[in-house]
Every structure is written in structure tokens, then in C-alpha cells.
């Protein structure tokens, strides 16, 4: 089976630029997570969805970044204008539905460089 | 503020012996503790579980110790293998499906 996939995995880009980041959850997980890790805050869950609703987006730094599910098998995460400090990898993993003791499943993560 | 720490950024094992990772966490609320492995280039992978109801699972050469009067939790590994050199990190969640993780521990198993 696939699992999650998030694309793209590398992304250089000048400040100030819009950055997408994408992600394919695993068929049939009802919930997406959105996570960052640096070396200072490990990994930090920025937002997550049940059914593509979004559930708690506390974790999301500010109003530059912002994410999206507009159907079971995508997701966005967006961040517009982009800074230096932003620099991170960025991961997307799924689980599924409520009753399942199944863990969460991540994806490889997409390397963001902000110049 | 850190509510699931882990203190020690690397740790440095001969093959064969034993590997201790810990993880200490603040929130009395988690009822739910979860280990991850991480190799380069690649995402976290679910390694091993407990619930807070019990104090230890096992799985293979991996097992987890729970102290919830400590709140403190442990991975031991034993044997220690050179495929096991990676970044664990440890997670808890307070019966929700979000995860707190800690700050990874990098592990390297000498050959």
C-alpha cells in the first residue's frame, strides 16, 4: 500500500515568495496532521483535520501560514509571505478513524530552505 | 513550554549492549506514550506504544517502561543493533488524537 506522500521534497526559494507544500494522506484515514521539525522545537504539530474539516490549528505560528483539505486525498499547507526562520522540514502524516488503535503514519517530509 | 522533553540529544551505544532512551513529561493529562524512529532523509516510523493503565510493553528487542508518579518514560533496546543508529523521539497525547512530541534523541550504535 502507499503511504503517505507529500511533495515536493526540496524547496529553495527567496523570501518573501509563496511556498505550497502537498501531501496524499492514506486511503481511508478520516485525519491529516500537519507537523514541523527544527532542532530547537523537535516536531511541532501545526494544524489537523478530521474529515477535512479543520480540528485545532493552535499550533500554526501565524497568519502567513495557512492550510487546506479540500478533499479526502489532499491537503496544502501555505505560507505566503515565506521568511528565512521558516526554514524546516515540513511533515504530513495520516491516521485512521476513531476505534482504531492504528499510530500515526508520516510521510518524508519536504525540506523548505528560505533564502 | 515543553511538556514532553527529552534531554538527551545524543547517546552513543557499543553493539550488543543495551540502548536507554528516556523521556520525561509534564502533563498529567497524557494517557498515551508512543515511540518514534526516524532515519535520515525519511519520516518518522511507529516503533512501540503503551497506555498509561500499563507500565511496560515489550515488542522484540524493544521495551517500554512507564513511571507515571516519575512521569517518566523509557525505551530500552536490547541487543543493540548498528541499524538501530536513528533519532527517536518520544510522544504523548491526552487521549486525543494529537500528539506532543519531544525533542529527539540520536542514537548511534558502534560497530
Known amino acids: 500500500d502507499a503511504g503517505v506522500i507529500q511533495s515536493p521534497r526540496h524547496e529553495v526559494t527567496e523570501m518573501g515568495q509563496e511556498v505550497t507544500l502537498r501531501c496524499k494522506p492514506i486511503?481511508?484515514?478520516?485525519?491529516l496532521f500537519w507537523y514541523r521539525q527544527t532542532m530547537m522545537r523537535g516536531l511541532e504539530l501545526l494544524i489537523y483535520f478530521n474529515n477535512n474539516v479543520p480540528i485545532d490549528d493552535s499550533g500554526m505560528p501565524e497568519d502567513r501560514f495557512s492550510a487546506k483539505m479540500p478533499n479526502a486525498s489532499f491537503s496544502t499547507l501555505k505560507i505566503q509571505p515565506s521568511e528565512p526562520r521558516d526554514s524546516a522540514v515540513y511533515f504530513c502524516?495520516?491516521?485512521?478513524?476513531?476505534?482504531?488503535?492504528?499510530?500515526?503514519?508520516f510521510g518524508d517530509g519536504t525540506r523548505l530552505s528560505i533564502l | 513550554d515543553q511538556q514532553v522533553k527529552q534531554n538527551s540529544p545524543s547517546l552513543s551505544v557499543q553493539e550488543g549492549r543495551i540502548s536507554i532512551l528516556n523521556c520525561d513529561y509534564t502533563?498529567?493529562?497524557?494517557?498515551?506514550f508512543l515511540w518514534y524512529k526516524k532515519y535520515p532523509a525519511e519520516g518518522p516510523t511507529f516503533l512501540i506504544s503503551i497506555s498509561s493503565i500499563k507500565d511496560k510493553n515489550e515488542d522484540g528487542r524493544f521495551t517500554v517502561f512507564l513511571n507515571k508518579s516519575a512521569k517518566h518514560l523509557s525505551l530500552h533496546i536490547v541487543p543493540s543493533q548498528p541499524g538501530d543508529s536513528a533519532v527517536y523521539f518520544c510522544a504523548a497525547s491526552p487521549g486525543t488524537y494529537k500528539y506532543i512530541f519531544g525533542t529527539g534523541t540520536r542514537l548511534k550504535v558502534l560497530a
Open positions: 486511503s481511508g484515514h478520516d485525519y
Open positions: 502524516a495520516s491516521s485512521p478513524g476513531q476505534g482504531s488503535a492504528e499510530p500515526q503514519h
Open positions: 502533563n498529567s493529562m497524557f494517557d498515551y
